[in-house]
């Protein structure tokens, strides 16, 4: 279904050697080490998400960049769009390895970056840092579970990466918001670079006795072409970014450069019919940038409109996200039982369903006689549902994919994932610009009420919409017989 070259990906059969026991599944004697190792990769990616979400309007108002706050979110992804595709060909030329602990290495020089920044667009900078190391990790991690585990375990996994956030979502922004208030908001970035060395220590014996088991990639050498088109699309992205910041008759030129730069690069990444959402694989792979996009969107912005709008600290708007965190785990485990198998186009229906109710409801907030912890309840809603239908699309996605394909189309989901968050956290930041939201730089800082409420409410609407498009949409996952 895709043009990049082979992957050495191994269907991981079920005949073990000899003295290896996979009966207690992903933590049985042969995956236990393994299934720590990566899960403690996606533990890093989880708190640093949470920590950011928590101290971004902080972080925002005092480098004087309200009017780019959703850049320093889409930032993240456009770059991401890029280094996906770069590490899907990596993967198929030499194993997992190498661009996974390099991802690492990146993305802990972003957060550095972004950590020293002495302006909006230096930390914007380091942020897009930050998702060229991202994207090398997720493919990677992704190829490994393809390598390594069998089919029958990796619903197990996914619904452990979902766990994984689960401790983040409780403890991130509670330590975010006490760093933000008492240290300061860089603090937040640069402290977590020091967790790298956790993930690098444990999982890096494990992933070598795991890639010393398995056939040694026979992928071809780096497709040019195939760099060239993420290298666009990353580029027409960003441009696109730029002229929804202007506004203005300037922007319309960025504005066409961008599409004209981004739509044929995407048509050539994504597996053929993805973006008419033809039946089967280039459904499921489009439904993941919705699902991603309509609910990243969204969340990025409740911080800074329970900062605005209700007055509550840091520390407090960032726990109104944990709910979701939690949540998401319970989701996709239960997606992961015995027997949800054939409820799986379900699954992912009633799922973006559950988004679609969790984003209005946090808009309820936007009323001043509704309380604060409305948006708390809101977001357990939305958990489970992203954890029902982004857990069980991953699981369609491997299931619909031969082992020569199941690198490139790992890329082509996760690339599909950056791309819903570039361009929906890109249009609510232009929603939010055109509607006043920017006048938020200009308002005394902690100020409640400030700013625009029905900037806030267009964006928890439209992506509302976004949401139950997928619900309709998630009936073509299965391809006709």
């Not at 050697?17 to 599944?25: E, F, R």
């Not at 602990?101 to 020293?116: E, K």
């Not at 975010?176 to 790298?196: D, E, I, K, M, Y």
């Not at 930041?429 to 055109?434: C, E, N, P, R, T």
């Amino acid at each position: 279904m895709t043009t990049a070259s082979p992957t050495s990906v191994d269907p991981a059969p079920d005949r073990l050697p000899p003295g290896k026991d996979d009966s207690d599944g992903v933590m049985g004697g042969r995956y236990r080490a393994l299934t720590l190792g990566i899960v403690s990769v996606v533990l890093l990616l989880a708190f640093e998400a949470t920590a950011v979400n928590t101290a971004m309007p902080v972080a925002a108002r005092q480098l004087d960049g309200i009017a780019l706050y959703a850049f320093a979110f889409s930032g993240y992804f456009t770059t991401t769009l890029f280094a996906l595709v770069v590490s899907g060909q990596w993967c198929d030329r030499s194993g997992p390895l190498r661009p996974l602990f390099t991802g690492i290495a990146v993305f802990a020089a972003g957060l550095v970056v972004a950590g020293t920044a002495p302006g909006m667009w230096t930390f914007v900078a380091g942020r897009a840092v930050q998702g060229l190391g991202g994207g090398l990790v997720i493919v990677a991690l992704y190829v490994v579970v393809g390598r390594a585990y069998p089919e029958r375990l990796r619903p197990a996994v996914f619904a452990a990466f979902s766990s994984a956030w689960v401790l983040p979502s409780i403890v991130g922004p509670v330590v975010s918001g006490a760093v933000t208030q008492h240290l300061g908001w860089r603090w937040v970035f640069l402290a977590v670079p020091v967790l790298v060395l956790l993930p690098l220590a444990v999982m890096g014996p494990a992933l070598r006795r795991s890639e010393k088991e398995q056939p040694a990639a026979t992928g071809e050498p780096f497709d040019r072409r195939r760099s060239g088109l993420a290298a666009m699309a990353a580029l027409g992205a960003g441009l696109l970014q730029y002229a929804g910041q202007r506004l203005d008759l300037l922007g319309l030129l960025p504005a066409v450069a961008g599409a004209a730069l981004l739509l044929p690069a995407v048509l050539r990444l994504l597996p053929p019919g993805t973006l008419r959402a033809a039946r089967g694989l280039p459904t499921v792979i489009l439904l993941r940038g919705v699902a991603a996009g309509a609910f990243f969107a969204a969340e990025a912005f409740i911080p800074l409109m329970m900062v605005t709008q209700r007055g509550l600290s840091p520390t407090l708007a960032g726990l109104t996200l944990t709910s979701g965190g939690l949540s998401w785990a319970l989701g996709s485990w239960l997606q992961g039982r015995p027997g949800a198998e054939k409820y799986r186009d379900a699954m992912i229906r009633s799922g973006f369903v559950l988004t679609a109710v969790a984003i209005a409801g946090a808009a309820l907030v936007l009323v001043p006689a509704v309380p604060t912890w409305v948006t708390a309840v809101a977001w357990a809603v939305g958990g489970i549902g992203m954890g029902l239908a982004v857990a069980s699309i991953s699981v369609l996605m491997m299931k619909l994919s031969t082992p020569e394909e199941a690198g490139a189309n790992s890329a082509s989901l996760q690339m599909s994932d950056a791309l819903g968050n570039v361009l929906l956290v890109g249009l609510a930041g232009v929603l939010f610009g055109a509607l006043g939201g920017g006048s938020l730089a200009a308002a005394h800082e902690g100020a409640e009420g400030t700013g625009s409420a029905g900037a806030f409410a267009v964006i928890f609407l439209t992506m509302t919409g976004v949401a139950l498009l997928g619900a309709v949409l998630g009936g073509r996952t299965r391809a006709r017989a």
